[in-house]
């Protein structure tokens, strides 16, 4: 057989195949894996907001809490509602445990393209989230659901391609990005449509955007002035999570990094980086009114040991700028429950989350500043 006639049989195949590839890359990036999405998976909570969002009615939304997990906890979303509510508005939580500023940025892109009467938002993010440029591969499962065609550059600025790393390959492919997930879906289809089914009756016509996620206990038993002393308490069934979790934090207090000349940039160059991607994305928003950016609470030992030292410093080098010219309005709660003095672990149900209290007190204090911020500033109510 002639290679003429090699090339002659292979040549459509490869065609048809590469042509029948891209026809799925452009069916997953349009969302058509939604519906069988693992619902506990990075993407599935992604999805969740988005169908959370559609059952709503995207047009009733006209402001939108934003952040990680710290903001699922940290903050009662359901209070923040009602106060919305009270004065004409609507105003969605759609945090997600694991969301960092590349998932951030797609998930008010998203918002945005569907949600035609949008405002304002609130950023909950916290010091310790500006270190570096990205936050790890994972965070492109949150992203996927959320990513048009042309995000592709945004994600891999955050999640840079690396030939020997797979799962940087789903920068540029939603395909790829799902194919844990699809063989995942072949294993035990059954499971999946049984959770897929549960997922959707707790949508419940967009209730879930709106609740306040709470954990009643605390931190006080355990000994968490140093990292040292947390990691060394004895095990027991109550506090294995929590010491275990010390345990693994040893190294990187032992070996903290020093941010305190954070302008050096022969020493630290990546900080120039970072700095110049948040400002933008941050002056880029597109709102209003200037985005409500809460710098959440950070016990003292994260502060002290696991922080880079002159984190926080290097965070308002950041931030502060922007709130002198407008651009954001900052309120620091970094420190918020150092005035609890060793009581400061009431406040807290793990090294970095708000329990019930937490939540409480820090809502307390932050419902009058979106209200004036948000609320009572020049948008006219719906009911006006």
């Known amino acids: 057989m002639s290679a003429k006639t090699v090339l002659a049989f292979l040549i459509p195949r490869i065609a048809g195949v590469a042509f029948l590839l891209l026809l799925l890359e452009a069916a997953f990036r349009i969302g058509a894996w939604d519906p069988f999405a693992?619902?506990?998976?990075?993407?599935?909570m992604a999805i969740r907001v988005k169908q959370s969002v559609k059952a709503l009615g995207p047009e009733k939304i006209d402001f939108v809490?934003?952040?990680?997990?710290?903001?699922?906890?940290?903050?009662d979303h359901g209070r923040v509602a009602a106060l919305a509510?009270?004065?004409?508005?609507?105003?969605i939580d759609a945090a997600i445990p694991g969301m960092h500023w590349m998932s951030t940025e797609l998930m008010l892109r998203w918002l945005k393209a569907q949600a035609p009467n949008l405002k304002g938002a609130i950023i909950a993010t916290t010091v310790t989230g500006f270190s570096y440029n990205g936050n790890g591969d994972y965070e492109l499962g949150i992203a996927a659901p959320l990513a048009s065609f042309g995000d592709a550059n945004w994600m891999a600025l955050h999640v840079p391609f690396e030939q020997s790393n797979l799962a940087t390959y789903g920068s540029y492919s939603a395909l790829f990005q799902y194919r844990a997930d699809i063989a995942d879906l072949l294993k035990n289809p059954i499971a999946r449509i049984k959770n897929i089914a549960r997922d959707r009756q707790a949508i419940n016509g967009g209730a879930a955007l709106f609740q306040a996620q709470k954990v009643a206990t605390n931190i006080c038993?355990?000994?968490?002035?140093?990292?040292?002393?947390c990691a060394a308490t004895p095990l027991s069934d109550s506090n294995a999570a929590l010491v275990n979790s010390c345990k693994s934090f040893v190294a990187l207090s032992d070996n903290q990094v020093d941010f305190q000349q954070f302008d050096d940039q022969v020493k630290w160059p990546h900080l120039a980086v970072?700095?110049?991607?948040?400002?933008?994305?941050l002056s880029s928003l597109g709102f209003t009114k200037p985005p409500l950016v809460v710098l959440m609470p950070v016990p003292k030992v994260w502060r002290n040991e696991?922080?880079?030292k002159g984190g926080e410093a290097w965070?308002?080098?950041?931030?502060?700028?922007l709130a002198e010219q407008g651009v954001i309005e900052l309120v620091d709660y970094t420190r918020f429950f150092d005035s609890y003095g060793d009581a400061e672990c009431n406040a807290f149900w793990d090294l970095y989350h708000q329990n019930a209290y937490g939540q409480q007190k820090l809502t307390d204090s932050l419902l009058p500043i979106i209200e004036k911020y948000l609320y009572k500033s020049t948008y006219p109510s719906k009911n006006q």
């Open 38 to 44: 693992k619902p506990d998976s990075n993407a599935g």
């Open 65 to 75: 809490t934003i952040g990680d997990s710290r903001a699922v906890y940290g903050i």
């Open 85 to 91: 509510k009270s004065n004409g508005f609507t105003h």
């Open 221 to 229: 038993a355990v000994p968490t002035n140093t990292i040292k002393s």
């Open 274 to 281: 970072v700095k110049k991607i948040r400002q933008n994305q």
């Open 306 to 308: 696991l922080l880079p």
């Open 315 to 321: 965070v308002l080098s950041i931030l502060a700028p």
